[in-house]
């Protein structure tokens, strides 16, 4: 129960480390998502399951969780702080942490507008910042945000936490990892990153700042598609940046599938080429059978051992 | 101010229709501000419904009439001495006035015809924009005067979130986001490392998440037997 996740683990033994994500579904049906956590078995050391991502219901995070360790395989749970207040916030955290989930990131959440229950009350009781902060205050000192104690010390949690170096104050962003670090961040995935001089430029900034020494930064990837799924990120998705030259070079591929994939192995390829980023973070929703070719593709197959 | 927006005439026609001696009550304060619950507001629902009546065959008795502030008993009891027989009075200020006015008059029947929307200010003519929630503990001292809990979406304390892009906030390109204004001003005041500090995990007991709310000054408090009040 105390040993560290696998995830921790890999980079202590610094090593390169990838993570994959899963998308719930709408249903108690977890089937498909079984499927895609199998395929992804041997070629990723942690699952990232998004938590009502883009405010629309689904399975919960925590519940798919439980199917992955079923299975043997590592969890990544994501907790938003949109749909939680702090009692269930610090509930859900020893909830999963109880049946074996290490890996937590903490992160804001969208905003209900956008989802299929446009009608919700948002909570964001807390923020992000706080939701880090009282991860590690849990699992290091014991005590809830009230300032009550834990009855039995928390064991071994990572914590993790979002960072987007596409959003603005760009000026801000470093600074604002900075902050999550302070409250108690041992590791980030980034925004997927198509823009990468931009992604460069964060990177140096967080590096003046000796950031990288201190939190695992993954930079996030996510093969292109097709041309319309490229566009609907450019145009609809806030916080993400991508460049136009990129969704020519896809309209004018062949193959615009292989292309897509080949960006997404070429940017992993010069993520590992950059100081400081200390593992990849694919996203492949509805795309998840390519994640295994992605990770060999870049030189990252077959996984290190971790014990 | 309080800023209300008058409800849809069919859904206020569809309130009014068991009654026929009406009152159109608007308010003279926040609301005629606003431009949707003064006197000019009551006398144009009143010429609506009066209109909508004809068409549907309802043959109500309107009369309209304002309230300098129907949130206090004293305007409210000034204007009512001489209180006709309506059936049921439609008022056009805002939820807090609504109440007064029915706790003031419990026999009375006190319809809204506003939907209470926020508190704010005009930003320009014929726009205005929510700037408080009320929420019972200001943190404008730390912002330089941009409140984080009211015009960031998700209320955060730390700074922008990912989905700031361009000075616009990720629910809409219509609203600012309020962390690229805090930075900013913060900036120009070069006291831009504020945001560097961890803000704790907010006490809300002091907003609505409290309970509703009540302020009791004891010094200016009129010792009972003095008390006027009729709901105590
Ligand atoms: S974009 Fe700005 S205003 Fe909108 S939720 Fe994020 S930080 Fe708040």
Known sequence: MNQKSKLERMFESGHFAVSGELGPPKSADLETVRHHAEDMRDYVEAYNITDNQTAIVRTSSIGVAANLIQMGLEPIVQMTCRDRNRICLQSDLLGAASFGVKNF????????????????????????????????????????IGGDELEHPLPNIFIGAVANPFADPFEYRALRLAKKVAAGAQFVQTQCIFDIDRFERWMEEVRKMGLHKKVKIMGGVTPIKSVGAARYMQNNVSGMIVPEELIQRIKGAEDRKKEGIKVAVETIQRLREIEGVAGVHVMAIAWEEMVPEIVDRSGLYPRPKVD | MIVGERKPLAEIAEMLKPFSKICILGCGTCVTVCLTGGEKEAEETAAALTL????EGKNWDISTGTILRQCEYEYIDEYTKDWPQYDVILSLACGVGVQTMNTRLPEKIILPGLNTTFMGYPLEQGVWTENCLGCGNCVLDLTLGICPITRCSKSMLNGPCGGSQEGKCEISSEVECAWQLIYDRLTQKQLAGRMDEIQPPKDWSTSHHGGPRTMVREDVRVEPEEQTRTDV
């Open chain 2, 52 to 55: 909508w009546g004809q068409k």
């Open chain 1, 105 to 144: 990131l903490c992160l804001q959440g969208d905003h209900g507008i956008f989802g299929n229950e446009s009608g919700t009350k948002n909570v964001f009781d807390l923020d992000s910042m706080q939701l880090i902060n009282c991860a590690k205050k849990m699992r290091d000192d014991n005590v809830f």
